[in-house]
C-alpha cells in the first residue's frame, strides 16, 4: 500500500478561500497603483502644457472681465501657469478704462501672479500677490494753463500684497527717473 505524498501545505477549508482573497487584494492593489501612477503622470503633462503653451481661452477672458471690473484694460502677450511662481504675465500693458489718455500706462516685462491655491479648487481665483519685474510706468500729469507733463517710471519692480476687504499693500518698489533711483 502506498501513502500519499505530503504535501507543502496542509489541506484545509480555509486555504482556496484565503488564497482568493489574496488574488483579490493583490490585483486592487495593482490597479489603483496603475490608477495612481496614470494620474500623476496626467498632472505632469498638465502642468506643462500649461507652463509651455499657456492657459485656455476661458481663464485668460476670466482674468480680463475681473480686472475690467475693477477699471482696468489688461494686455499680454502670453499668460502661463508655473507652479513655483503662480500664473506669469509676459509683455503685460496695463491703463484704465475711464480715463485711458490722462491715467497711467503700466508696461512689464514680466508679471508673477501668486494665487490663493485653494480658490482656485472653487473656480474663481482670488489673488494674494503681485511681482512686478522691469516695467514702465508712464502717467501723464494735466496741469491747467501749461503743456501737460509726464512722470516716467523706468526699470520698476516690486511687491504688491493683496489684504482681504480690499486693502492693499505695497512692500516694495523701485525704479529710476530722471536717471536717479527712486
Known amino acids: 500500500v502506498r501513502k500519499p505524498a505530503a504535501s507543502a501545505r496542509p489541506a484545509g477549508p480555509s486555504s482556496p478561500c484565503r488564497s482568493r482573497l489574496r488574488r483579490g487584494l493583490f490585483v486592487t492593489f495593482k490597479w489603483c497603483r496603475i490608477a495612481l501612477l496614470l494620474l500623476i503622470f496626467v498632472l505632469i503633462v498638465l502642468g506643462l502644457f500649461l507652463n509651455h503653451v499657456g492657459l485656455p481661452e476661458w481663464i485668460e477672458n476670466r482674468l480680463r472681465q475681473e480686472a475690467a471690473e475693477h477699471g482696468w484694460d489688461l494686455g499680454y502677450s502670453r499668460l502661463r501657469l508655473r507652479w513655483y511662481a503662480g500664473v506669469v504675465a509676459e509683455n503685460l500693458h496695463l491703463e484704465r ?13 514680466k508679471a508673477e501672479l501668486r494665487p490663493r491655491w485653494n480658490s482656485l479648487l472653487r473656480l474663481r481665483p482670488e489673488w494674494d500677490a ?6 514702465r510706468l508712464i502717467w501723464p500729469l494735466p496741469g491747467t494753463n501749461q503743456p501737460t507733463r509726464t512722470l516716467a517710471l523706468n526699470h520698476l519692480g516690486g511687491e504688491l500684497v493683496f489684504h482681504p476687504d480690499d486693502q492693499w499693500e505695497l512692500r516694495r518698489l523701485e525704479g529710476t527717473c530722471l536717471g536717479a533711483l527712486v
Open 130 to 135: 503681485v511681482s512686478l519685474e522691469d516695467g
Open 97 to 109: 478704462t475711464n480715463s485711458p489718455a490722462s491715467g497711467p500706462h503700466l508696461f512689464l516685462q
